[in-house]
């Protein structure tokens, strides 16, 4: 028994030598492959830190760095020695550390320390040597054994230069590259943020629809560089007119707007737009050029006028058309009525385009008088049309439809021609006037048009005589003022109508040479009541179309009286229905047969 149990402790404590053994073995194999993990990691972290743009940050549970990395010391723009055991909010908080007024995206950083929270992806604006840099930090916090909290590891990058990319990008997007100012969708947003304003807190906001009178004669004649100039001078002169209160913007092309966040009542909407008007009317100086524009003004007012974005926008839209067919360089507040209005003006631009095709149009003639005598020096070609379903539409509706939508040229070419055919009817030295506007003469085909016109025709072109307004002369050095001096040159004549009730009228007869000057009916009227300035202005036009060796006509004589005041003033010629109305051709034709002796 006693061998026995010897031999059975034998074999026990083999075992448990063997036993032991094996379970150091495993042990110092962990350990091997312990050590092997580390050097792994230490190697990979290495090479993160030498190859990438990111770097490792480390932090106690104070919040000071520990175990600064090359990188980290680089990106901060110190030694790795300066930088250890410093508060990591200090070292980039820059010169915020001293005054407290920390950045919003420090004082989030901050709080996730705070709270020892994870976080990832976090932009940091921090200060580095008085520069401003954007970091993004992603760390989570670390424990020990024993699950004590022990700090912050985590990893950055400097991505200053994408953020500045992302910020130009977005900058793009909602600021209008051209004039620096917002565009449509910075406009829109802000506009439905007063909407909302106005809901919640009862207040009003107003929007204006800003659109620059005759500023595409300035690209076409002056190119596009003249005129991105001027609108960049255009958008300087409406900040300038505008208040902390509004928001000014750029549409696009020759199309601006403003809101008024909290606009007090349409009398202040009304006297802002004014101003904007008078700002922007001023002549401007752009690479030796004078440059007369104007501008046209709509608004809508909400809630009143639209409960969305959309609808204010509309409105203002119809109300800035209303303006437009106003003459323009106005302001007209939005009315539900326009409605009506913008289907009719619909319904007339789809007559109109169809309207040459259909044989619609006539031409009318009104005489044109010698005061002295009473022959008939001419007529005047005057625009007829008649459309089966709007009936006889008013020059005055369709006229700056054309012009709009520049439809005139095509139809101003059809008067020209048949004015021509029918002069040819009228006794040697019958005169005809056209009405030609600015749109016309800017038309390249508009010369070769006349001169193939006089050559079909065989009308002498002392026969023919183009009337123009004034404001072909708004911008200097434009194709209309060129085209005028080769009328002359082709022996037509040049009368420029509506005298005195433009801009600046003296000025105009010392670039055009004209053989004829019209006094616009307001002074002939008011000549004939003797009021004292009409008088002078009637004496004063005379005498110098005398010594200029110009002829004048008096537009608008309805009474004996007017007639004989003119005939005393020394006017040469006198148009109105006091001698006839504007007539058909064939009564027209049918004075002369009556008349013949008159005709001189």
């Not at 005759?214 to 609108?231: A, E, P, S």
Request: with cysteine; net charge neutral; hydrophobic share 40%.
């Amino acid at each position: 028994m006693l061998a026995l149990v010897a031999v059975m402790l034998l074999l026990l404590f083999v075992y448990a030598s063997i036993q032991l053994a094996y379970d150091y073995m495993r042990f110092k194999v962990s350990e091997v492959g312990l050590s092997e993990k580390s050097e792994v990691v230490s190697l990979l972290l290495r090479e993160f830190e030498e190859s990438g743009a990111d770097w490792l940050w480390q932090i106690d549970a104070s919040r000071r760095v520990i175990h600064v990395s090359p990188r980290f010391a680089f990106a901060l723009g110190r030694k790795a020695k300066d930088i250890e055991g410093e508060s990591l909010i200090k070292l980039i908080a820059g010169k915020a550390w001293d005054s407290g007024n920390f950045s919003s995206s420090l004082h989030d950083l901050a709080e996730k320390l705070k709270r020892r929270e994870s976080f990832s992806n976090l932009m940091v604006r921090v200060q580095i040597a008085d520069k401003i840099r954007w970091w993004e930090l992603s760390a989570s916090p670390k424990l020990n054994e024993s699950g004590v909290f022990m700090g912050f590891r985590g990893v950055g990058s400097d991505v200053t230069e994408q953020r500045e990319s992302a910020d130009k990008i977005s900058h793009m997007a909602r600021f209008d590259t051209l004039t620096g100012l917002p565009n449509r969708l910075q406009l829109t947003e802000a506009l439905g943020k007063a909407m909302q304003g106005t809901e919640s807190r009862r207040k009003r906001c107003a929007f204006l629809m800003i659109d620059l009178d005759r500023f595409k004669q300035v690209n076409d004649t002056l190119g596009h560089l003249v005129g991105d100039r001027l609108l960049a001078d255009v958008s300087r002169r409406l900040q300038s007119a505008v208040t902390s209160n509004e928001l000014c913007g750029r549409l696009g092309g020759d199309e601006f707007a403003v809101l008024i966040k909290d606009a007090p009542d349409s009398a202040y909407v009304e006297q802002l737009s004014n101003k904007i008007i008078d700002a922007l009317s001023r002549s401007y100086e752009i690479d030796h050029h004078t440059v007369f524009i104007g501008a046209s003004v709509g608004s809508s007012m909400a809630p009143r006028d639209g409960k969305t974005v959309e609808m204010l926008i509309r409105n203002a839209d119809l109300a800035l058309y209303q303006s437009k067919a106003k003459g323009g360089n106005n302001y007209h507040p939005y009315e539900p009525r326009l409605h009506a209005r913008a289907e009719e003006r619909r319904v007339m631009e789809i007559a109109l385009r169809n309207a040459l095709d259909n044989n619609e149009f006539t031409l009318n003639y009104q005489p044109i008088i010698r005061s002295k005598s009473e022959n008939i020096s001419g007529f005047e070609a005057l625009l007829r049309w008649n459309n089966p379903t709007l009936g006889f539409v008013s020059p005055a509706k369709f006229i700056p439809l054309a012009e709009e939508t520049r439809l005139i040229v095509s139809i101003g070419h059809w008067v020209l021609r048949t004015a021509c055919w029918e002069a040819k009817n009228w006794p040697d030295g019958t005169r005809v006037s056209v009405n030609v506007s600015a749109e016309q003469l800017c038309d390249p085909k508009f010369m070769p048009n006349l001169v193939q016109i006089l050559a079909e025709t065989q009308l002498q072109p002392q026969r023919l005589d183009i009337e123009v307004t004034e404001s072909i002369f708004l911008n200097e050095g434009t194709m209309a003022v060129d085209v005028l001096d080769q009328i002359l040159a082709l022996g037509v004549g040049l009368s420029l109508d509506d005298f005195g009730t433009g801009y600046s009228s003296l000025g105009y007869l010392r670039k055009t040479r004209f053989t004829n000057i019209k006094i616009d009916r307001s002074f002939v009227q008011g000549a004939a009541k003797d009021v004292p300035e009409s008088l002078a202005i009637v004496r004063a036009v005379v005498a110098m179309a005398d010594s200029l060796g110009m002829s004048t006509t008096a537009e608008g004589v309805e009474s004996e009286e007017e007639a004989q005041k003119i005939v005393k003033l020394g006017c040469k010629k006198i148009q109105g229905y006091y001698y006839g109305r504007p007539m058909p051709a064939g009564d027209a034709r049918a004075l002369f047969g009556v008349e013949q002796q008159l005709i001189a």
